[in-house]
């Protein structure tokens, strides 16, 4: 699977040149499954109507998508697997909306889904703030609020570096360099600050950050000793 990680979703021209890369064609031929999922997490259904109706400030489903289809994980355990495999491995991309990450990991492990993820080598996933931290080795005990059954911080791990979103966000005061650097720093891996202009691109396993905004690597920690 190839990934475009954002913070707030497409919402600049590099940015969107980033995804037609991934991509290989243009976007006007291109199917895409919105994942909603996220936003239940912190109790927002009106979130998960705005990012599937496209009324959401925050840019996805509204790129010109040749197709559009939702894709509701916790809705799969209910269903017969040969209803909605078929349709996830036909879609060329998969639009993972905000909310909670680590409400969007358990009930990616619960519906099955993440046991796919190692066949769609061609699917690109595209998240938004939870849908790209939902893929980190760990959140971080500064982002957690809905608590898994098991506890902890631990996401899926589908990338050894964590995401630190909505850096400098005007919005979210709390946000800033200072805040991340502690964030960082209980980390025992590599981590990424984005602001909503900058995107992490995973593919053929190289990591690289395409911005217009501003962003910081924080390094895996040296062990002492």
């Known amino acids: 699977m190839k990934l475009l990680l954002t913070s707030a979703g497409v919402g600049n021209p590099t940015i969107r040149a980033a995804l037609v890369d991934l991509l290989g064609k243009p976007i006007e ?5 919105c994942i909603p999922t996220a936003a239940y997490g912190h109790g927002s259904s009106e979130g998960a109507w705005r990012f599937i ?6 840019h996805m489903v509204d790129q ?10 916790t809705a799969l355990p209910s269903i017969e697997r040969e209803l909605w495999v078929p349709v996830l491995e036909q879609a060329d991309v998969l639009l993972a909306g905000g909310g909670d990450s680590l409400y969007l990991a358990h009930w990616m492990r619960e519906s099955g889904f993440v046991d796919l993820l190692p066949t769609l080598s061609n699917t690109v996933w595209v998240g938004l703030s939870a849908g790209s931290m939902a893929l980190t080795p760990r959140i971080g005990e500064y982002f957690v609020e809905w608590q898994p059954p098991g506890g902890g911080n631990e996401a899926l ?18 946000n800033t360099l200072a805040h991340a650097e502690r964030w960082a720093a209980t980390l025992p891996n590599a981590a990424y600050a984005i602001d909503d202009d900058t995107a992490i691109v995973v593919a053929a ?15 895996l920690p040296v062990a002492s000793g």
């Open 29 to 33: 031929e291109c199917s895409a499954l």
């Open 64 to 73: 010109g998508w040749k197709s559009l289809g939702v894709l509701e994980l």
């Open 53 to 58: 109706s496209g009324r959401s400030p925050l």
């Open 157 to 174: 791990g589908v990338v050894d570096f964590s995401i630190f979103p909505h850096l400098d966000h005007p919005n979210l005061p709390q």
């Open 205 to 219: 396993g190289a990591v690289r950050v395409v911005s217009e905004g501003s962003w910081t690597h924080f390094p």
